[in-house]
């Protein structure tokens, strides 16, 4: 069928951020077909620069509300880097939570308020209360809750956390507190088991759309990496020189675009739930494989909508990995550390972690007074910018004669699944004065 | 005893959106002359997370600003269940996700406190910067003041 049409969706709702969907197809050919970031970009790598080593986690949190754990925890990792501190056990243990706690919060939050209304054929979750579907809504409003409190109790708050600071904590939870969690999170995996069935129930409704695509991720020997790991690539393996990072993510500039976009060993890579699972899958926890296996879930998987079930893995993964952290933490008792003392040095210092969204860089060089000169911040929807791009380009033709308004909600899907930060990524911008 | 919950709401880098939050550090400052049984939350901007916040309370009053087409600084004290069911037009949070559509998802999920209370302040400039109005600076204390009583009038009803 050869016809002419346009699809101009500014801005693509429930994302994080501002991004429209350009496609222009003239005699059933495609002439244009963009994923446009138009958001202003916001400079947080000039605003750390004269800023004092402890200032620069409070600061690069606000770079998001939703990931503000996994900011604060790679610009420690990258200030503590760069100064030569190193953390006690008790603090990698709790860092460890924290990060359980975030990706619990925004992957419940992404399934379950922005996803699920697409495989219900529903514009938001707003529609489903009070229908068949209030039960399901609060089972995913508890997990939700849960995933808040957790990060209230280990961080000090829900978001933006306070107690995370450099060299340690300024405070941990009791033991009973952990105790109290641990119970909490023991109910809260039953209830995601539920979930799990209800998603799995109307997974078919993803379209069954794969490209194959390089997967990049943190991966280590002893676990599932998400604080802690070496970069690697479904290409081309492990690459420990983690300060030169900048070799594997190349970030370039497109002018259709005020965030960067990024690639490595192809034209694009794709960074987030679904990368780590392509890595790291054998090290989930039981449940957790159980969960990927009720799906059909096998690395490598190449089909980005998965991303979404994924995350739901990871929930789980993340649950059992937290009650594992606290019979350690409880069995060892909590101790009462101050963190570590700091000596100022000049150097410099980049701090990797696992996000929701996928992996994070903060790179903080310091002078001998403990202040920032310089500072890079590499952004895991950044990475993915380039990938969601090559993605619609290989999926439009697949779907190219269906109706305008199908194909329209297939794109918007398709964007969603990436589960896009979009105001983090707007970090640069290419202005030229003639 | 019931559990009451004070949420102040609101952007203090919005000018007079940031009344919420300033009214609320006010009463966290005289709380010893208040009930022990209320608890002071900053609800920030809001969003989604305002479910959670308020579904442990029996009765919640939001502090926040609102256009309710009144004088400048003029502080109105709304029970929820009037403005949904009258369906007043008054304008609440000029950040996301309207608090109203909140309650109205906790009601549905049936999960919301018994009573919700809005005692709103009617601002006069919602632009980006950090000072409060004028006018709205000048009424501070009569607003805290306001404040607390229509608080011990809640006391009192449920006493």
């Given at each position: 069928m050869t016809r002419d049409f346009s699809i101009n969706i500014e801005h693509v709702t429930r994302v994080e951020g501002h991004g429209n969907i350009v496609l222009?197809?003239?005699?059933?050919?495609?002439?244009?077909?963009?994923?446009?970031?138009?958001?202003?970009?916001?400079?947080?790598?000039?605003?750390?620069?004269?800023?004092?080593?402890?200032?620069?986690?409070?600061?690069?949190s606000r770079i998001c509300g939703i990931?503000?754990?996994?900011?604060?925890?790679?610009?420690?990792?990258?200030?503590?880097?760069?100064?030569?501190?190193?953390?006690?056990?008790?603090?990698?243990?709790?860092?460890?939570?924290?990060?359980?706690?975030?990706?619990?919060?925004?992957?419940?939050?992404?399934?379950?308020?922005?996803?699920?209304?697409?495989?219900?054929?529903?514009?938001?979750?707003?529609?489903?209360?009070?229908?068949?579907?209030?039960?399901?809504?609060?089972?995913?409003?508890?997990?939700?809750?849960?995933?808040?409190?957790?990060?209230?109790?280990?961080?000090?708050?829900?978001?933006?956390?306070?107690?995370?600071?450099?060299?340690?904590?300024?405070?941990?939870?009791?033991?009973?507190?952990?105790?109290?969690?641990?119970?909490?999170l023991a109910e809260g995996l039953e209830i995601t088991k539920e979930v799990a069935y209800v998603v799995k129930s109307v997974a078919g409704n993803f379209p069954d759309f794969e490209?194959?695509?390089?997967?990049?991720?943190?991966?280590?020997?002893?676990?599932?990496?998400?604080?802690?790991?070496?970069?690697?690539?479904?290409?081309?393996?492990?690459?420990?020189?983690?300060?030169?990072?900048?070799?594997?993510?190349?970030?370039?500039?497109?002018?259709?675009?005020?965030?960067?976009?990024?690639?490595?060993?192809r034209d694009s890579y794709m960074v987030g739930a679904l990368a780590r699972f392509n890595l790291n899958s054998k090290q989930l926890h039981p449940i957790a494989k159980e969960v990927a296996d009720m799906f059909g879930l096998k690395p490598i998987n190449y089909n980005p909508f998965m991303n979404n079930i994924v995350q739901l893995v990871e929930f789980v993964h993340n649950i059992e990995d937290?009650?594992?952290?606290?019979?350690?933490?409880?069995?060892?008792?909590?101790?009462?550390?101050?963190?570590k003392e700091v000596k100022l040095k000049a150097g410099r210092g980049v701090g990797i972690v696992e996000v929701p969204r996928g992996i994070l860089v903060h790179d903080y060089t310091l002078n001998d007074n403990g202040k920032c000169t310089k500072a890079n911040c590499v952004i895991p929807t950044n990475q993915n910018h380039a990938n969601i791009q090559k993605d619609m380009e290989a999926f439009v033709p697949q779907i190219i004669d269906k109706p305008e308004?199908?194909?329209?909600?297939?794109?918007?899907?398709?964007?969603?699944?990436?589960?896009?930060?979009?105001?983090?990524?707007?970090?640069?911008?290419?202005?030229?004065?003639? | 005893m019931k559990k009451i919950g004070v949420i102040g709401i609101g952007n203090p880098l919005r000018k007079d959106d940031g009344i919420g939050i300033v009214l609320l550090e006010k009463l966290v400052e005289i709380k010893d002359d208040l009930p022990d049984n209320i608890e002071y939350i900053d609800g920030g901007t809001g969003g989604i997370n305002l479910l959670h916040l308020f579904a442990r309370f029996d009765i919640v009053v939001f502090i926040d600003a609102v256009n309710f087409g009144g004088e400048i600084a003029r502080s109105k004290f709304f029970n929820s269940e009037d403005v949904i069911s009258k369906n007043?037009?008054?304008?609440?949070?000029?950040?996301?996700?309207?608090?109203?559509?909140?309650?109205?998802?906790?009601?549905?999920?049936?999960?919301?406190p018994d009573e919700i209370f809005i005692f709103g302040v009617q601002p006069k400039d919602m632009k980006p910067g950090t000072r409060l109005s004028y006018e709205i600076q000048e009424n501070i204390d009569l607003l805290v003041n306001n404040l607390k009583v229509e608080l011990k009038n809640v006391m009192e009803n449920i006493k």
């Open positions: 222009d197809v003239k005699n059933g050919e495609i002439k244009k077909i963009e994923w446009q970031i138009s958001e202003a970009p916001r400079f947080f790598e000039a605003m750390l620069r004269g800023r004092n080593y402890d200032e620069l986690r409070t600061i690069t990931c503000s754990i996994g900011h604060s925890l790679a610009s420690l990792k990258a200030t503590e880097d760069a100064l030569g501190v190193k953390i006690s056990e008790q603090t990698r243990i709790l860092r460890h939570l924290a990060t359980n706690a975030e990706n619990m919060q925004s992957h419940i939050l992404h399934v379950g308020y922005l996803s699920i209304p697409d495989l219900l054929g529903v514009d938001s979750v707003f529609p489903l209360v009070g229908t068949k579907h209030n039960d399901s809504l609060l089972k995913i409003v508890r997990l939700h809750r849960l995933a808040n409190e957790m990060s209230d109790l280990v961080c000090g708050r829900t978001i933006h956390p306070i107690r995370l600071v450099v060299g340690g904590l300024s405070a941990a939870p009791s033991e009973k507190q952990l105790l109290d969690l641990k119970k909490d490209r194959e695509t390089e997967y990049i991720a943190l991966t280590s020997d002893k676990e599932y990496a998400l604080y802690d790991g070496i970069i690697a690539s479904t290409d081309t393996g492990k690459h420990p020189d983690y300060k030169n990072y900048e070799k594997i993510m190349k970030e370039y500039f497109v002018p259709h675009s005020t965030a960067f976009h990024a690639k490595h060993y937290s009650l594992n952290w606290i019979d350690i933490l409880v069995d060892e008792g909590v101790k009462d550390e101050k963190p308004k199908e194909i329209e909600f297939n794109l918007e899907m398709l964007v969603r699944a990436y589960d896009p930060c979009i105001s983090c990524s707007t970090h640069y911008l290419d202005v030229k004065f003639v | 007043i037009q008054i304008k609440i949070s000029s950040h996301g996700s309207n608090i109203l559509k909140i309650i109205q998802l906790s009601k549905k999920l049936g999960e919301n």
